[in-house]
């Protein structure tokens, strides 16, 4: 869940299902359809919608959600400052300020969050052959989205509860389920401060 107040959000994601014991990158990408790829984004057809081959529909990277220090574009690749999925879940919540363009992504409604991180042959380790479309010194494995997630917005009348539903969808090559949770990490006062909440409309799994 992403709470605005300007253009500081407050940022709670819950994830599973992932790699145990390895960083997982994760970020609001920006500036195309606002959607999660379908199977058919697999141009190379290897079995894994690459970061790249999902750009056309989530977009570029605008913010990096770090759990330390910046934020930005430039530090897409920051891996020891992402989280690391202890017993292949981890949980992460920070407040910081945004680029203009990324708020005006949550109001258009195309703003979109990935989690990166698959491990597709079950070794418990990003050790695959193919190496990333993103850094050629890191594996395909390591920058692969996990999962991806849309938003949807309303205001803030009171501290939301519980999840949001979890939406599904199927990729070629699924091995691993992995998916975003969504928890309740709102400011309070919200509604009176006029902060709008956004929370995740739908999630494609991808591992």
């Not at 913010?63 to 690749?77: E, I, M, W």
């Not at 418990?124 to 938003?151: H, K, V």
Request: aromatic share 6%.
């Amino acid at each position: 869940m992403v709470t605005f107040q300007g253009d500081q959000p407050t940022v709670t994601v819950e994830a599973s299902g992932l790699l145990a014991g390895a960083p997982h990158g994760q970020h609001f990408h920006i500036g195309a359809q606002g959607v999660c790829p379908p199977a058919s984004a697999d141009e190379n057809g290897d079995g894994i919608i690459s970061t790249v081959e999902g750009q056309p529909f989530y977009g570029s990277i605008g913010t990096s959600l770090t759990t330390t220090g910046d934020t930005g574009a430039d530090s897409a690749l920051a891996v020891e400052r992402f989280p690391t999925a202890e017993g292949g879940s981890f949980a992460y919540e920070r407040t910081f300020t945004v680029d203009p363009s990324v708020v005006d992504a949550f109001e258009a409604g195309t703003a979109v969050l990935v989690v990166h991180g698959i491990d597709p042959g079950n070794s418990g380790a990003y050790d695959g052959e193919a190496m990333s479309d993103l850094d050629p010194e890191l594996r395909l494995e390591a920058t692969a989205p996990a999962a991806c997630g849309t938003f949807t917005a309303s205001q803030m009348g009171q501290m939301p509860a519980g999840g949001a539903e979890t939406g599904a969808g199927g990729t070629a090559g699924i091995e691993q389920e992995a998916a975003i949770g969504v928890g309740a990490a709102a400011l309070a006062g919200a509604a009176a401060a006029g902060a709008v909440a956004y929370r995740r409309r739908q999630a494609i799994d991808q591992a």
